[in-house]
């Protein structure tokens, strides 16, 4: 199975703050690498898919990076409705695996 | 617009089987991938398999032998069963859809998820 690394495993930052979150995977998956931002009691959404690439109405501020076995979403200047959880997820070979998620927090 | 909706028992007796189904809407359910991913509370997401409309599957080898997916076309919905369930089991359960093409197997499209207890 590939892993999925992500760090921080939290952190906390203020409104209009630029955030940075990594994910390291464990072999190489070219860029099939996804971000996903998840809201208590809701479905994960996505945001970036093909590790750079900006899902339909999400927010300009959101962007992705990486190919191989590292990767950044970046929020370049939070909002109040951007504190969640992050997920990053591998979809070069199955199964499947997601990291171990980022928590946001409001400072 | 796409929209996948789970159903089934939220309550399961311990060695019994947990079922669910997944209904889509919006778009057929033909040639694309459809997952099922679960999360137990406060804790991420495992990808539990998965399902193709030709009913071709890829489960994950950490449930072993526990997972049966099918798909039926006809009705747009496919469905899950985990048997032999525990009180690890419980979990909100997702179904998903993995994005085509471009979309490199994203998970463009969720349910809103089903909370699934696993208790006697």
Do not use: H
């Amino acid at each position: 199975d590939i892993q999925m690394t992500q760090s921080p495993s939290s952190l906390s930052a203020s409104v209009g703050d630029g955030v940075t979150i990594t994910c390291r995977a464990s072999q190489s998956i070219s860029n099939y690498l996804s971000w996903y931002q998840q809201k208590s009691g809701k479905a994960p959404k996505l945001l970036i898919y093909a590790a750079a690439s900006l899902q339909s109405g999400v927010p300009s501020r959101f962007s992705g990076s990486g190919s191989g076995t590292d990767f950044t979403l970046t929020i370049s200047s939070l909002q109040p409705e951007d504190f969640a959880i992050y997920y990053c997820q591998q979809s070069y070979s199955t199964p499947r695996t997601f990291g171990q998620g980022t928590k946001v927090e409001i400072k | 617009q796409v929209q996948l909706q789970e159903s089934g028992p939220g309550l399961v007796k311990p060695s019994e089987t947990l079922s669910l189904t997944c209904t889509v809407s919006g778009d057929s359910i033909s040639s694309y991938y459809w997952s099922w991913i679960r999360q137990p509370a406060g804790k991420g997401l495992e990808w539990i398999g998965r399902i193709y409309t030709s009913g071709s599957t890829n489960n994950n080898p950490s449930l072993k032998s526990r997972v049966t997916m099918s798909v039926d076309t006809s009705k747009n919905q496919f469905s899950l069963k985990l048997s032999s369930v525990t009180a690890a089991d419980t979990a909100v359960y997702y179904c998903a859809r993995e994005g085509s093409g471009s979309y490199y197997r994203a998970f463009d499209y969720w349910g809103q998820g089903t909370l699934v207890t696993v208790s006697s």
